[in-house]
């Protein structure tokens, strides 16, 4: 054998033994990866974020609290189990009422708590139309058709919006709300706080797994990496991508860009290996034994609960092909 052909299999059986290695750690740490709170859980995490802006962290989804003299805005209600917990940290955090509640999509763990909310208002300051809740107008499409059994008619936004965007003041904050039209559903918002600089995303970002996108509800991956780039381009790091505008994600811990950064170059490097695999005629299967995802289940990956990295690859598999 030349030297040349002993460099190669050496070589060869370094980089096999260095993926067995990162395969082993990789389900090692994914073994002990904590477990968030359950989609059906009362539980629930009150943390500052900064500025004026509040995060109360429900099994269903995270909530920013944006707190003022001229009253709250929320941004998501949460999992119906966690509402009155949700409305007890509201109260904790401050004297006065909500004036809005702003859905960042139609799926029931965002919305499920919107009447929770929605009835500390008395009855006497409500006019008959309850409070305003503000979501887009895709929304009610999917409400009317996907979600008319699940999502009763009282928890549904109430102040919808067509277009790209609609602008709201309070408290001399600036909130704007932003359509990102094909990334979780066709419905998804994005809440940016000016002022206190705290940008909100929904599952459009959720920091705790890998993307959940619903091609039968108007969402593509394609629109969730679309989606990301624009949290990046509206974030500005105060130093090394840390600090300056912090994000509330849909699950998970705050964030800030470099989060977001390193989110969306691993959706985008999965994408790019499955699609390449599927130029080559690769079935699902062997798609799936060839791990294109990893380096990063460690990180986002989950065997089991409702979202698992195989029902992921799946996803993308089939958005792809």
Do not use: C
């Not at 969306?264 to 999965?270: A, C, E």
Request: proline share 5%; hydrophobic share 40%; glycine share 10%.
């Amino acid at each position: 054998m030349s030297i040349l052909n002993k460099i190669k299999q050496r070589n060869l059986v370094s980089n096999i033994a260095i993926l067995i290695l990162i395969s082993t750690l990789t389900d090692l740490v994914l073994a002990q990866k904590p477990e968030p709170l359950a989609a059906n859980s009362a539980e629930i995490e009150v943390l500052p974020v900064q500025g004026n802006l509040y995060m109360i962290g429900t099994g269903g989804s995270n909530i920013a609290v944006m707190v003022g003299e001229l009253g709250l805005v929320v941004v998501d209600s949460g999992n119906i189990e966690a509402s009155d917990n949700v409305v007890d940290a509201i109260r904790s955090l401050s004297p006065l009422l909500p004036r809005y509640i702003i859905n960042t999509a139609v799926l029931p763990g965002h919305l499920s708590g919107n009447s929770a909310i929605g009835a500390m208002l008395p009855p006497d300051t409500r006019g008959g139309f309850g409070m305003s809740v503000i979501g887009h107008a895709n929304g009610l499409t999917l409400l009317a058709t996907e979600f008319v059994e699940e999502v009763p008619f009282e928890l549904w936004p109430n102040n919808t919006f067509f277009g790209e965007s609609k602008d709201l003041n309070l408290n001399g904050e600036a909130i704007l709300i932003e359509h990102q039209p094909e990334a979780v559903t066709q419905s998804d918002v994005m809440v940016y706080f000016r002022q206190s600089d705290v940008l909100v995303t929904g599952d459009i970002f959720d920091i705790s797994s890998y993307p959940h996108f619903y091609p039968e509800l108007g969402g593509s991956l394609q629109g969730m990496i679309d989606a990301l780039n624009r949290i990046i381009e509206i974030t500005v790091p105060e130093f090394n991508q840390q600090g300056g505008t912090l994000v509330i994600p849909g699950h998970g811990r705050i964030a800030s860009e470099s989060d977001v950064v390193e989110y969306r170059d691993m959706l985008t490097i999965i994408r790019d290996r499955v699609r390449l695999m599927i130029n080559d005629g690769k079935t699902f299967d062997e798609v799936l034994a060839a791990r294109p995802s990893l380096e990063y289940d460690g990180i986002y990956g989950a065997g089991s609960r409702n979202w698992t990295t195989h029902m992921f690859l799946e996803a993308v598999y089939d958005d792809l092909r």
